[in-house]
């Protein structure tokens, strides 16, 4: 069993195409990962922290500007690795169809 994308597609005159769009596949699966990652990770760090100040008072501190970046590469990560993975989709699509018409002509 391989692991990698479009594994049962074959071609003789399209291998680059091919390649091409296992790579891709490959690089917008990272990239779903890791604007998950990246997103979950920013919207959990942001929790306020509770410090202690001199003479017993209490103060409450976040760090400012993490959430809204975070969520930004999360909205716009997850966009971009489902466009990259259609993409990647379309050519090898392109790539089994010129393998469906060419095996059948010889």
Sequence with gaps: MKFYPYSIIESKN???LLISARVLGFFSYLLFFAALFIGILGVVNDVPKTGELSSGLKATLS???TTGPAILFLFWGVISSIGLLAFS???AAVVSC?????????
């Design 14 to 16: 399209l291998k680059a």
């Design 63 to 65: 760090a400012p500007g």
């Design 89 to 91: 989709g379309l050519c």
């Design 98 to 106: 010129e393998h469906k018409f060419t095996s059948t002509s010889e």
